[in-house]
């Protein structure tokens, strides 16, 4: 499966910084500045660094050189073509039609967080280390409220013109007001940002934020202020935004594919955060509606990498000339970081889902063994929890560090909470194993759910139906079995396709029963969990609460996660949420594999061994153009493509 790979912040107002104070104009703004600045002044500020982690540690001194990860040597050159495989915010996997990417408005294009330099850059060899890209150092209060970040004299937009201070204040302000609602979210303890002047941008935090406020805040994109002061920023639109990232946005054909191109006198490419890295001319993305059709369109070398989500073509499909041929290379990179969560997560806004005992009749009814062996080729383990593959995951019974935390819940949570955590059934791997089945039908019974002539009913009398809401056909075969199941239980089951726009819609007004969702938490896990597990994001439209999770032990357990003061008692705090997460049976689990299998024309080179958090393969970071290959692989240097509108 694909990935949902953003993370998000709850939405506050403050310093008359927020909606209100945006629209009182410039003058407002450094009014509210001036008397920031003076408070500013007063504050009593850490040592200056040059980067910053959740707890303080950095494996790179001031003045490092690169991070180790990068060969120095990468060329710079060629092209790095590919399907999308992650999203954030209001991107789609199949389809675009706006070039702003940080709002609800429209369907986002992949890559555009190219195009913007952030504040700071991680390092994928730390668990969430950043270093200053934008920003040369950062000072911390000793209170940890305010943060100043100084800005590097060189970073400027891609026009030339200077980026400041006043960039940076007027982007956070304006993600905080007319952002994404996921971007809200995550900003909800950012009180504001103010410019005392060109070169110094001073962000407060309100007291008791999340620890992972401060990194988030600086791996945002900065806007151009003169550049949106003629337009509107919460708009969708196809104008090419002006940016100061790597590269700028070039050829593109909505719904089709969209190119970047390499900034050549990018301002950035000799900073140490930077050296080796962004190495290729030229990035594209292709869309396409149909995942087969997309499997088809890489044999036809219309782009050149694919990391492969579907077992099935991986151990079936890999066997067309160019691979026999050795023009196309598989590999299976190593995946280190939490593999998280996927399944079928249940809408439990829906009175038909409140009692915990109906949704754990839906887990007993999937089979995981049998669809494992015959549909996927046992390439995949049962997932069992959101920090799967990895220490903060919940195992045997809980110890007193864990107890401690979860003793004031009890008899509020289920009392499985407190023995070994709730671990999805293991079948018979018959298909329709005849015992999870009966237990299955006991556990409805108690719920209420009767039976008259074959069908299941809800205690209210009405038919008991479920429908799966899906945007892609390739998981059919992993629905039938399942609805098959529901089926003999009574339940009316089916799937609903729908295309990508109807589907993103309808998952942000929270309108299906029961859909797929996979998601992975950081190796630091912070105030990103609340947009996936509070009861606000559960009332919140466009969150990915999508089971409509609202239950006080896990809001409490949240900010205990959110608020740790060092990883072991993080460790500690995850492992208590863990437990009453699956105690709460919200999803019915699907599968994970430790690897990241890809497919590529053999026109890349890569390091040899990737860094530990990268969390994906790296492909447009941390590879390069290898010609010497390029021109063996009958001129492989750029992929097909069909004529475009040139914008």
């Not at 049962?382 to 990895?390: A, E, G, L, M, Y």
Request: overall charge neutral.
């Amino acid at each position: 499966m694909t990935h949902d790979s953003t993370f998000n912040r709850r939405q506050v107002f403050g310093l008359g910084l927020g909606a209100a104070g945006l629209a009182t104009g410039l003058g407002a703004r450094e009014a509210a500045a001036q008397a920031a600045t003076s408070s500013s002044d007063a504050m009593t500020f850490g040592a200056t660094k040059h980067g910053m982690s959740v707890f303080g540690d950095l494996k790179y001194p001031a003045d490092f050189a690169n991070f180790e990860y990068v060969n120095l040597k990468a060329p710079k050159g060629g092209a790095f073509s590919t399907v999308p495989s992650v999203r954030a915010y209001n991107q789609s996997y199949q389809t675009f039609n706006s070039l702003n990417a940080y709002i609800l408005k429209g369907e986002g294009a992949q890559g555009m967080d190219l195009t913007f330099a952030p504040l700071m850059v991680r390092a994928f060899d730390e668990p969430d280390a950043m270093y200053g890209l934008v920003a040369e150092t950062v000072a911390i209060s000793e209170d940890r409220l305010t943060y100043r970040f100084t800005l590097r004299p060189q970073a400027t937009f891609h026009d030339g013109s200077k980026l400041t201070a006043h960039d940076v204040a007027f982007s956070l302000n304006t993600l905080k007001a007319k952002g994404h609602p996921l971007i809200l979210q995550q900003m909800r303890d950012v009180i504001g940002a103010e410019a005392p002047d060109d070169a110094t941008v001073v962000v407060r935090f309100a007291k008791g934020h999340a620890r992972d406020v401060p990194l988030y805040v600086a791996g945002l994109p900065i806007f151009s202020r003169a550049y949106y002061a003629k337009r509107p920023f919460d708009e969708s639109t196809l104008d090419i935004p002006l940016g100061s990232g790597p590269y700028k946005v070039g050829r593109f054909e909505v719904n089709r594919f969209v190119e970047f191109e390499r900034v050549k006198d990018w301002w950035g490419a000799e900073l140490a955060p930077m050296r080796g890295s962004y190495n290729f001319d030229t990035v594209r993305y292709e869309f396409y509606r149909d995942r087969d059709v997309a499997f088809e369109g890489f044999t036809a070398k219309n782009y050149l990498f694919r990391e492969e989500f579907t077992a099935r073509v991986w151990a079936t499909r890999y066997d067309f000339p160019a691979i026999k041929e050795g023009r196309v290379k598989r590999e299976q990179l190593p995946d280190q970081t939490p593999s998280g969560a996927q399944g079928w997560f249940i809408n439990t806004r829906r009175e038909k889902f409140k009692d915990p005992r109906v949704r754990e009749a839906l887990d007993l009814a999937f089979d995981f063994e049998w669809t494992n062996k015959t549909i996927m080729y046992g390439a995949y383990a049962r997932t069992q929890s959101p920090f799967q593959n990895s220490d903060m995951m919940a195992e045997g019974m809980p110890s007193p560090e864990e107890l401690k935390l979860l003793e004031p819940f009890r008899g509020q949570v289920p009392d499985a909470v407190f023995g070994p955590p709730v671990s999805p059934p293991v079948s018979d791997g018959s298909g329709q194993d005849r015992a999870l089945l009966r237990k299955a039908v006991h556990l409805l019974r108690d719920a209420g759910c009767t039976v008259k002539d074959g069908k299941r009913l809800l205690p209210n009398g009405e038919p008991f139906t479920v429908e799966f809401l899906a945007d892609e056909p390739q998981l059919q075969a992993h629905h039938g079995p399942y609805i098959k199941n529901l089926g003999t239980l009574g339940i009316a089951a089916s799937l609903r396709l729908v295309d990508a726009v109807q589907y993103r819609a309808r998952v942000e007004d929270f309108d299906f029963d029961m859909t797929i969702q996979r998601f992975s938490m950081s190796a630091t896990p912070g105030d990103s969990m609340r947009p996936f597990f509070s009861s606000q994001a559960a009332a919140t439209k466009g969150s990915y609460n999508l089971a409509g999770i609202a239950n006080p032990a896990i809001d409490a357990l949240v900010e205990t996660i959110i608020s740790a003061p060092n990883r072991a008692e993080l460790t500690i705090a995850c492992r208590a949420f863990d437990r009453v997460f699956r105690a709460g049976r919200y999803w019915v689990p699907q599968w994970y594999r430790t690897n990241h299998p890809i497919a590529y024309w053999d026109v890349f080179g890569h390091p040899e061994k990737l860094p530990r958090y990268l969390g994906s393969v790296g492909g447009i970071e941390l590879w390069w153009n290898d010609a010497a290959k390029a021109q063996a692989t009958d001129k492989a240097g750029k992929p097909k493509a069909e004529p475009v509108n040139k914008p």
